[in-house]
């Protein structure tokens, strides 16, 4: 595939900075989006919260990717911080969507970061990316984020709702945080873990991603979520194994509501969604298995 330039906003983060790493290898020219004053050429000021672009950031990209967004569960949530996830996610995407609408010469593609939250509690069925929208907070919110990219699908640009689930990575998301305490031997199942957890690999997202650039005919929510979802007692179990250490702690869903408060319900909650969309579009996952997946997470000193 040809060089292309692309811009990506929370290159800084996880996804993105892996995402960024990940085109450039490839020879791709990234343009990071970022909110501060910007050190090199490689990046361009942008202010979501104002709803502005720098000029002339966005001119010649073919692709833009919005991975931006306050951490869901960095902290408690209380009326001011949900505020805070709404709108970093709800006025970016908008803010982008706006800015590529109106340039003359419009990017192939717009890759909007989204999550699985859309669909709320699954329970045991399995979902995919023609089910409706759940309910709660975060379905809520999936469903603004989405339709904040409406201005760049009325400008006719292809629009992708990349619907993320839980991120195997030990340097961050919300996953990040179960690293620590299983290889302290402390971890355990959540709750009663029978919830079902829709992962994917760290490497599988930026490849998801990717494919979402590059194929012409995906547009509209693509699942990007290994294909056979696993309950949380399950990946406790994979958890335990890959880091050799026992995972026989469990956590009561009361304590975690007592130090999660409100996003306990979203760790307890169970999410059984397929990747129809990706795998019906050819794509290939490097980490389907839980245990591959954990394993590509640990540094590679680390790998057992
Ligand atoms: N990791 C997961 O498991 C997962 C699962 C589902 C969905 N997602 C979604 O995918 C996106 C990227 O996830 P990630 O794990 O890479 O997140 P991350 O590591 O927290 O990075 C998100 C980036 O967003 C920017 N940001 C932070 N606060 C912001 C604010 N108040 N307003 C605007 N931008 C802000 C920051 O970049 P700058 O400082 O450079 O602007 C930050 O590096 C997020 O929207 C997240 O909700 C992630």
Redesign the pocket.
Known sequence: MAAMRIAV????????SALTASLTADGHEVVAL??REPRGPGEARWD?AEGTVAPGALEGCEAVVN??????AARRWNAARKK?LWD??VE?TATLARAIAGLDEKPRVFVA?S??GFYGETGEDAVDEDSPAGRGFIAELVQAWEAAADPARAAGIRTVHAR????V?AG????GALFPIFRAGLGGRIGDGRQFWSYVSLADEVAALRHAIDTPALSGPVNITAPEPLTNREITAAMGRVLKRPAVFPVPGFALRAVLGEFAGDVLASQRVRPKRLLESGFTFTHPGIDDAIRAALPPRNRV
């Open positions: 906003s929370g290159a800084s983060g996880l996804i993105g970022v909110r979501p991975l931006a967004g306050a951490p869901i805070v970093s996610r970016g970061g999550a699985i993320t689930g839980l991120v990575a961050g998301g919300a996953w």
